[in-house]
């Protein structure tokens, strides 16, 4: 089975300053993993994955997330946030056998001020 | 492309009432997937689809959810009866294949309150 931990339930921000997301995971096999976005009233939209390869991954709106084996985390950051990335980030998992089930995490809400 | 449908976007019941989702996949998409999001937390996944046989709904309330995929296509979730604690988002995503590296594409979801 697997699980995840995001650490930060809310992260305020002001515009054009940098920002970290945390997500840390739980796994007894290799995992893929995922950030998701979601807009108010919207379904979760997929930002980034990490399926193998250079464990640096870029994503869509300028964000990108690094997977780190040994400490199983896979925190999203972004250099310089807009108003516009004010949303819920979800961090989740799936295992290479699990049956494709996705496990998410509960979320971190990103307030960015102006 | 056409994104996963679902409807309605909103319903409020009273509680013992039944009440069914409807969800239209991706075209082509094997896999269907119901999450239930309650507020403040992450989806659960309730029930995995391929095709229209299930995969896993071992997160399923059985004594009053159910779900359906008879044509391999669209689906239906119920509840019957609903409780107060079943007010959630029920979100419905599909992906091309079963396979863990394949991504989900989730629709807008259905809000339910239950009063």
């Known amino acids: 089975a697997q699980s995840v931990t995001q650490l930060d339930s809310q992260v305020p921000v002001f515009e054009e300053a940098p920002v970290e997301l945390r997500c840390n995971y739980s796994s007894s096999v290799s995992v893929y993993l995922f950030w998701y976005v979601q807009y108010p009233n919207q379904g979760l939209q997929l930002l980034l994955k990490?399926?193998?390869?250079?464990?640096l991954v870029k994503g869509i709106n300028g964000f990108e997330a690094e997977f780190n084996k040994s400490q199983t985390s896979f925190h999203l950051r972004k250099p310089s946030v807009h108003i516009s990335d004010t949303a819920e980030y979800f961090c989740?998992?799936?295992?290479?056998?699990?049956?494709?089930?996705?496990?998410f995490g509960g979320g971190t809400r990103l307030m960015v001020k102006p | 492309e056409a994104g996963v449908a679902q409807s309605p976007r909103y319903k409020i019941i009273e509680k013992r009432q039944s009440v069914a989702f409807w969800c239209n996949p991706i075209s082509g998409h094997a896999t269907l997937y119901w999450y239930q999001q309650i507020l403040g937390q992450g989806p659960k996944l309730l029930i995995q689809f391929q095709n229209n046989g299930v995969v896993d709904d071992s997160q399923l309330p059985k004594d009053r959810f159910s779900a359906e995929r008879l044509k391999g296509v669209d689906s239906t979730l119920k509840i019957q009866p609903a409780k107060l604690e079943d007010s959630a988002v029920y979100l419905c995503a599909s992906s091309l294949a079963g396979t863990a590296n394949t991504e989900a594409f989730f629709g807008q979801g259905t809000r339910l309150t239950v009063v």
């Open positions: 989740a998992v799936r295992g290479y056998n699990a049956g494709n089930m996705l496990t």
């Open positions: 990490y399926l193998s390869g250079s464990t």
